[in-house]
């Protein structure tokens, strides 16, 4: 089974949702994985989707969407790349495609889709680095596992003028992305900025979720209707077989030979051997009449020799 049809949208998003669960509940939001916990992932899974993964196959899995996120993570850093956020497009200059494709063929995949369920993929494999202060540029190096924990107990815990301290960051650095947050006068603060990290993200799956429901059932709305026709056409097929079947029958083939007083016992032997096949009926009583003696003497001929 190929990679599009194992993994549809839906059974994406549903394994994101158990591993954002995870983390969201992870007192450092950062656990690791043994062979236990994806035992009972792999459950999860096949209880919301019907497909028993296995522990290797997720695993596998959990490593190549970590891969995707961390170069699309690269990707929209990069100097000279703008992101739009709404409409998941990233755009650059030819010559800096160019230059990333030199370096990974893989950035290619996101220059006409971008990178679906980034925000969640976010929060599952660095959230420190999701949103506000935790959003490091490329210049900067990565955080180390100490600091990274102590950014999210920072961020969980609650800081005092976090706010202030995002607006800073976004004055003070190179915009990577389109922003909801700036205005012709400047930045401004964030809006709905009372919703907890929780909240967000939650609301943000319930929307996916909603969308690739919509999808499904459309999907299984046309599939439903193909198959409609098609047992129509079966359905029309067994007539047209049965009203055949009805018309050429072996009664009036040898209502036919019996009226052929012309022929030799040898032609009136081959011809009832044949009466038990369909096909030869159906031609058979097609022929024109003068034609059907001249084809047994045929078949007569070539029985001799």
């Known amino acids: 089974m190929s990679e599009t049809k194992e993994w549809t949208d839906n059974y994406v998003l549903t394994f994101l949702q158990i591993l954002y669960e995870r983390v969201k509940n992870h007192p450092n939001n950062s656990p690791s994985f043994n ?8 459950n999860e899974m096949k209880a919301l989707v019907g497909i028993s993964y296995g522990a290797e196959k997720l695993k596998s899995k959990y490593h190549r969407l970590r891969g995707s996120y961390r170069q699309f993570t690269e990707l929209i850093n990069h100097t000279g790349v703008t992101w739009d956020v709404d409409a998941n497009k990233v755009y650059a200059p030819e010559e800096i495609w160019q230059k990333l494709a030199e370096k ?15 925000e969640l993929l976010a ?18 190096r990565p955080p180390t596992s100490d600091e990274e924990r102590l950014m ?3 961020y969980f815990n609650g800081i ?5 301290r995002d607006e800073e960051l976004e004055v ?19 809006n709905n900025s009372s919703l907890s990290k929780s909240a967000k993200i939650d609301e943000a799956l319930d929307m996916l979720a909603s969308t690739l429901s919509s999808r499904e ?4 709305a046309k599939l ?7 047992n129509k056409k079966s359905m029309m097929e067994e007539q047209s077989s049965a009203f055949e079947e009805q018309q050429y029958t072996i009664d009036e083939v040898m209502n036919v030979l019996n009226d052929m007083p012309h022929l030799s016992p040898m032609q009136y032997t081959i011809a009832v051997e044949r009466t038990d096949q369909f096909n030869w009926r159906k031609k058979f009583l097609q022929m024109v009449p003068t034609r059907r003696l001249d084809y047994l003497q045929s078949l007569e001929l070539q029985g001799l020799t």
């Open 35 to 42: 062979d236990a916990d994806w035992t009972k992932i792999d």
């Open 104 to 118: 990974n063929k893989g950035f290619k995949t996101f220059r006409r889709n971008g990178c679906k369920n980034y």
């Open 123 to 140: 929060h599952i494999f660095s959230p420190s680095t999701a949103t506000g202060k935790f959003a490091f540029s490329s210049t900067q």
């Open 152 to 154: 999210n107990e920072e």
């Open 160 to 164: 005092d003028n976090e706010e202030i």
């Open 172 to 190: 003070n650095s190179t915009p990577k992305k389109k922003s909801k947050h700036l205005s012709e006068d400047g930045p401004r603060r964030r």
């Open 217 to 220: 059932q459309l999907t299984k």
């Open 224 to 230: 439903e209707k193909m198959e409609r026709k098609k």
